[in-house]
């Protein structure tokens, strides 16, 4: 379970305010990697945008991560920065990210798996 998650728990399945889980209470508090203490969802969005740098960064690179299917590397990391850049005019908007990824080189010379290449016989 990922600690930061427990900031969220007052949500249910479907989006869902709630204060108990059956009959016990939810603790929403945690603690982010710095030390920093929340209680609760508005406390941890805070905390978050206290951080807005780290946290588009961190974001970036796990949302390329996915794009590349493979962790991101030292050597990726300028990509990351021009996408950063690149983003920072329309505010880091979500579709300004994926723009930036889709455009990066990383992303454009990707190459496939071997094992994952279907080879038709005739």
């Known amino acids: 379970m990922d600690p930061l998650g427990f900031a969220l728990e007052n949500f249910d399945g479907i ?3 709630r204060e108990t889980d059956g009959v016990t209470p939810i603790d929403a ?6 030390g920093t203490a929340f209680d609760g969802p508005v406390e941890f969005r805070e905390a978050l945008l206290d951080r807005s740098g780290e ?25 990351v920065r021009a996408i ?11 579709s300004s ?26």
Not at 55 to 79: E, N
Not at 97 to 122: H, K, N, T, W, Y
Request: charged share 25%.
């Open 29 to 34: 508090s945690g603690e982010l990697p710095d």
């Open 84 to 94: 950063l850049r690149d983003a920072a005019g329309a505010d880091h908007r979500w």
């Open 97 to 122: 990210l994926v723009l930036g990824i889709v455009e990066s080189p990383p992303f454009q010379m990707r190459r496939a798996r071997e094992d994952a290449a279907v080879v038709v016989q005739q």
């Open 55 to 79: 946290f588009v960064r961190t974001f970036t690179q796990k949302l390329l991560t996915y794009a590349l299917g493979r962790p991101v590397q030292h050597y990726d990391i300028p990509a």
């Open 15 to 17: 989006g869902r305010w």
